[in-house]
């Protein structure tokens, strides 16, 4: 590594004299061995835990280096917490200092206080000479001089660490967007924005649920023209709209970024779903719900992917709006998808035309099926609300799935047999951060087998075999309706 910050700053050479245009990322599907979430450990019995797995990541780190891998990422909860309790994960807890520290843990383990997770990690990186990230638990005392100081004298936080390749930390980022259930973390004061440059671009950090909502993640992208965004997740599987690779791979898509992208894996909890994420490829990923093994992925992605950035190059509702909705034909009805209620419609022809609306939003399609399969029951839907049981985000969602039956087309299915000739799908959306999303039969990636034309319509390619096809979608995130947070359930 010629390009090391010593050397830098030895020779008075900047970044850019030894740039590299394209850059080695790995991400590590990792199986967490799993804590007894009711019983607190002693501390010496957190640390063997935690070891077991590091011991694992360790492996994935060493392969990752010597295929030339220049940074790899592990997941969230691979260390430890997942399902733990506040009083339950005390015990796996470090203080993580903040990076302007300066602080190299392997060459300097005790600077501050019991690090021994930090120490590792620092000489793992160092070691194999790469940048790793790796997810656990900071804790941060406090006082009653601190009107929000958590009853237990301590703030407790989902925390994504970078150490780079002499091992120094430089770069901490603590988790905003809690998911239910995840009440052993506090909540940060303010979303954090955390950036690093390395010489193949601009890093970003956010964690998991955070990828659903405006900050950090969209700021990262528009105000602080990040490349890659790291992205350390415990991901349940939800379709039709929200499976891991699907949703991760179309934000990469949509927001003009590589997203290194690296989930834990536990079928039984619906958790699999990994990838390299750049604008245009889509992959490589990992999604296996087979087996219960760790996995590697490993890819070259350009340093700075900036070209195609489509919440400012389309305009998603031209096409829509210039057409005519009134589709005397198309006869709908109320259908739940997930749990929100769509206006929808039966595909039932092997061909067709149609629109349909959802309160302020329109939908239309153009499709042509190779043949219709008569087990095949497809719906075309249309829904602009809020999603799901809590309402705290706001979509916009035109879509056309395969359903097991009319019947059950709350839990989408994940097979089909039925191949498209060739789609258009369009809307009305009143929002540029729409997030496109075809997917195959077994729920596979469609790379290369679609497009985004500037009038906003997601179009087939032709000439592209075709296969199976699952769902298509456009998936529009009206952030600015998101209601407030409301911090008094948080800490
Ligand atoms: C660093 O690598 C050397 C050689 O592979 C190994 O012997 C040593 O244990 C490693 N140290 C750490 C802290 O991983
Ligand atoms: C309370 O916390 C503040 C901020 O961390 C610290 O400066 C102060 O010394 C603490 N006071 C006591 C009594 O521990
Ligand atoms: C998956 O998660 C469940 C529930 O936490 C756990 O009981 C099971 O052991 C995990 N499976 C594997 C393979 O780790
Ligand atoms: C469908 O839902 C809408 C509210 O979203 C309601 O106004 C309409 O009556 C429902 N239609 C049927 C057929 O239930
Ligand atoms: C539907 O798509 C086909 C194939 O691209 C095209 O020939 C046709 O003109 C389209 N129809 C409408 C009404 O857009
Ligand atoms: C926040 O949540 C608390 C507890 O559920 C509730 O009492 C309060 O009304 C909520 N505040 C807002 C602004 O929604």
Redesign the pocket.
Known sequence: MYCSDIFISVLFFTYSSCALDTFTAAVYEHVPLFQNPNQAPVQEEALALMNKNIDVLEQAVETAAQKGAHIIVTPEYAICCLDLSRETVYPYLEDIPDPEVNWIPCSDPHRFGRAPVQNRLSCMAKNNSIYLVANFGDKKLCNNSDNNCPEDGHYIYDTTVVFNTEGKLIARYHKYHLFLGETQFNRPKEPEIVTFDTPFGKFGIFICYDILFHDPAITLVTQHNVDTVIFTTAWFNTLPHYSAVQFHSSWAMAMGTNLLSSNIHNTSMGMTGSGVFSPDELGPYYYNKHTDEGHLVISKLSSHPRKSKLFSSVKWDAYASSINHLSPGTKTFNGTIFIDSFTLTELQDAQGIHSICHNNLCCHLNYSMVEKRNEDVYVFGAYDGFHGPHKVFHVQVCTVLKCNSLETCINAAETASTRFEWFSLSGTFNTPYVFPEVLLSDVQLAPKMFRILEDGRLVSLPDKASKPLLSITLLGRNYEKD??I????LT
């Open positions: 209601p407030a409301n911090m008094s359930l």
